[in-house]
C-alpha cells in the first residue's frame, strides 16, 4: 500500500503503546529499546528513526525533578536514615526511569515520522576553507 493510503494517527497514542506510526498495529521495538528494522505490517522502513540520547536525557531530567521532589518531601517530613534511602529511594528512581523509557522512546520515533524527520545533510557555501581571504 502507498503512505497516502494510511490515516494520520495520533502520535502519543501510537508512541505510549510503542507500535508503528503509520499503521498502528505492528511492533516498533524489538526487545527492550532496539528500533526493528522495519514494521511486519506495513513494512514501514525505520531507518528514519534516530531518536539517540534524546529520551533517556528527557526521561532522567523529568524523572529527577519529580524524582527529587519526593525524595526532599520524605526527607524533610520522615528524617529517616541514609540506607532507607539507598534501600528505598534509588531502586525507585531507577524503576521510575526504566518504566517511563520505553513509551517516551517510542513517542519520540512517531514524532519523527510525523514530522519527518532525515538526516542533516551539510552544504558549503563557498565562504569557508579554501579561497578564504583571511590568509
Avoid at 515520522?113 to 532525515?118: D, G, S
Avoid at 545533510?121 to 583571511?134: A, L, P, R, V
Amino acid at each position: 500500500m502507498s503512505e497516502h493510503a494510511y490515516p494520520p494517527l495520533n502520535t502519543l497514542s501510537t508512541g505510549i503503546r510503542c507500535r508503528c506510526p503509520r499503521c498502528g498495529k505492528g511492533p516498533l521495538l524489538k526487545g527492550y529499546l532496539t528500533i526493528r528494522d522495519e514494521c511486519p505490517v506495513c513494512h514501514l522502513d525505520f531507518s528514519f528513526a534516530d531518536p539517540a540520547d534524546g529520551p533517556a536525557f528527557f526521561v532522567m531530567s523529568g524523572v529527577g525533578v519529580i524524582g527529587m521532589m519526593a525524595f526532599m518531601a520524605f526527607e524533610f517530613t520522615v528524617h529517616p536514615p541514609i540506607w532507607v534511602h539507598m534501600v528505598v529511594t534509588l531502586p525507585l528512581l531507577a524503576l521510575m526511569c526504566l518504566s517511563v523509557l520505553r513509551p517516551f522512546k517510542g513517542w519520540l520515533v512517531s514524532e519523527q515520522y510525523v514530522h519527518k524527520a532525515a538526516p542533516p545533510e551539510w552544504q558549503s557555501i563557498g565562504k569557508h576553507g579554501e579561497g578564504s581571504k583571511w590568509r
